[in-house]
């Protein structure tokens, strides 16, 4: 069973950081493309970072130069650090695995949210 289970999510002030962690299991984790995509209410889900099995990462336009994404195949974990946010950062965030060779292999963490207010 595959399982992606974020954590790192709460309440921070404008201007802080934040680092949200993501543990897979039931994959073969270094075969799998990893991203955070985010959801605010209203608004359609958006990509935020990718980072493939191999090859360069991707940001959204929006925090680019704010985050960095990272993982770590020996322990089976994507992370996301985001510092200087914003209200407008504020959404459930969501851990993504897709398989790098068979596309329909994708899976989706169950989410944690992330609010940006002083």
């Known amino acids: 069973q595959v399982q992606l289970v974020e954590s790192g999510g709460g309440l921070v002030q404008p201007g802080g950081s934040l680092r949200l962690s993501c543990a897979a299991s039931?994959?073969?984790?270094?075969?799998?493309?990893m991203g955070w995509y985010r959801q605010a209410p209203g608004n359609e889900r958006e990509l935020v970072a990718t980072i493939p099995s191999g090859g360069s990462t991707n940001y959204a336009d929006s925090v680019k130069g704010r985050s960095t994404i990272s993982r770590d195949n020996a322990k089976n974990t994507v992370s996301l650090q985001m510092t200087s946010l914003k209200p407008a950062d504020t959404a459930v965030y969501y851990c993504?695995?897709?398989?790098?060779?068979?596309?329909?292999?994708?899976?989706w963490g169950q989410g944690t949210q992330v609010t940006v207010s002083s």
């Open positions: 993504n695995a897709v398989n790098g060779r068979w596309r329909r292999l994708n899976y």
């Open positions: 039931g994959i073969s984790f270094s075969l799998y493309d």
